[in-house]
């Protein structure tokens, strides 16, 4: 199995500009999340999801949008890329709900927004 | 609002003694909480949980302890490898989500 895989690795764009961060779990996981990490702060939860079709917002929600047709992918999506969206991006997926299952992340994105 | 709080940005400890790694909580229906580990480059993988029911959970040379009356845990690793130079992220369970802690970064020196 190769667990949760995030494409791409790294990624630079300008202002304005949208991209889509790619989330594929091969572990029939039902859940799904999101999150970004600054620079000495911790993980903050952008978007979650419990199943195909059903999506939720975390804690920093705003400049992103997600979908899961799928169980295996769930991609983010950055429309107008601002300077404050430069993170390191971990997807993560877990069988059931967050507190009886760990998490597997995936080894992240990250993005620079000049 | 921060609900997990971890204090200590880093800690030094040398190899073979007790690393002692704390978090603060401010919601007390947290119903489980959670330790990861994180190298550099890579994504968190999960290292061990306890129930709010338990006071104590041990896996090997990590164990961490709950104090619900002071909404306090702690992760203790005996005895401390240069391996576990990571950083260490508390976590608590609400419901379908887990709430990060800042992060404590340790270095095990020889």
């Known amino acids: 199995n190769a667990g949760v895989t995030q494409t791409p690795k790294f990624r630079i764009l300008k202002i304005g500009q949208s991209m889509t961060l790619q989330c594929a779990q091969d572990?029939?996981?039902?859940?799904m999340y999101w999150y970004r990490q600054d620079p000495g702060m911790g993980l903050k939860l952008i978007y979650y999801?419990?199943?195909?079709?059903?999506?939720d917002k975390g804690e920093v929600p705003n400049g992103y949008n997600v979908s899961r047709s799928t169980t295996e992918d769930f991609p983010l999506r950055l429309e107008l890329a601002a300077p404050s969206q430069t993170s390191v991006y971990f997807c993560a997926s877990s069988y059931w709900r967050a507190s009886y299952n760990e998490q597997f992340f995936g080894p992240g994105t990250r993005l620079t927004v000049l | 609002d921060q609900q997990v709080k971890q204090n200590s940005p880093s800690l030094s400890v040398q190899e073979g003694r007790i690393s002692i790694l704390n978090c603060d909580y401010t919601n007390s229906m947290f119903d489980y909480f959670l330790w990861y580990k994180k190298y550099p480059a890579e994504g968190p993988t999960f290292l061990i949980s306890i129930s709010s029911i338990k006071d104590k959970n041990e896996d090997g040379r990590f164990t961490v302890f709950l104090n619900k009356s002071a909404k306090h845990l702690s992760l203790h690793i005996v005895p401390s490898q240069p391996g576990d130079s990571a950083v260490y992220f508390c976590?608590?369970?609400?419901?379908?989500?887990?709430?990060f802690g800042t992060g404590t970064r340790l270095q095990v020196f020889p």
């Open positions: 999801s419990v199943g195909a079709g059903i999506t």
């Open positions: 572990m029939n996981h039902n859940y």
């Open positions: 976590a608590a369970s609400e419901v379908d989500k887990l709430i």
